[in-house]
T-cell receptor
């Protein structure tokens, strides 16, 4: 059974701070990793993806992947109240479908 | 910007009735998916579809479920005899290639009474 784990939160950070979201996965053969943001009652919206070990930056977002530790994280710099949402980690192994984590609820306090 | 669309946005049905949820994937995408999310729970994979056939399905996708691409644009999910536990948000997604990002539609909220 392929599992993806995330702290459910809520994670509260003050506006302007760095929010750090973590995800671990069980399948060592996993190949690609995605972060989605989901506002309440809405569909998942892609933030970024990462395939290789190391860091990948896109604007205020940085994804970090460590395949040896089976760990992927998302850093959000200069957090804004509009970043308040649930962040979903999705992992794809050798198939096509994603295995989603339960999500971490982020609250950015003004 | 192209997007996945889904209809209806909300469907209410009686237990035992059949429902069809509709999706229009992004036009040049080749891979199509259905996921569901029960309220307060995680997003769960149901089925993937490529080249007019199912390529993967989960344990959730039992004989009560079926998918179809009836024409060049629509992708449907049918639940033959709905149960109370089928109440959830159903998301359609599509991707251009096997290893590509999946883009999600806005979802259909299914309520089974």
């Amino acid at each position: 059974q392929k599992e993806v784990e995330q702290n459910s939160g809520p994670l509260s950070v003050p506006e302007g701070a760095i929010a750090s979201l973590n995800c671990t996965y069980s399948d060592r053969g996993s190949q690609s990793f995605f972060w989605y943001r989901q506002y309440s009652g809405k569909s998942p919206e892609l933030i970024m993806f990462i395939y290789s070990n190391g860091d990948k930056e896109d604007g205020r977002f940085t994804a970090q992947l460590n395949k040896a530790s089976q760990y992927v994280s998302l850093l959000i710099r200069d957090s804004q109240p509009s970043d308040s949402a649930t962040y979903l980690c999705a992992v794809r192994s050798d198939g096509q479908n994603f295995v989603f984590g339960p999500g971490t609820r982020l609250s950015v306090l003004p | 910007e192209p997007e996945v669309t889904q209809t209806p946005s909300h469907q209410v049905t009686q237990m035992g009735q059949e429902v069809i949820l509709r999706c229009v994937p992004i036009s040049n995408h080749l891979y199509f998916y259905w996921y569901r999310q029960i309220l307060g729970q995680k997003v769960e994979f149901l089925v993937s579809f490529y080249n007019n056939e199912i390529s993967e399905k989960s344990e959730i996708f039992d004989d009560q479920f079926s998918v179809e691409r009836p024409d060049g644009s629509n992708f449907t999910l049918k639940i033959r005899s709905t149960k109370l536990e089928d109440s959830a948000m159903y998301f359609c997604a599509s991707s251009g290639g096997l290893a590509d990002t999946q883009y999600f539609g806005p979802g259909t909220r299914l309520t089974v009474l």
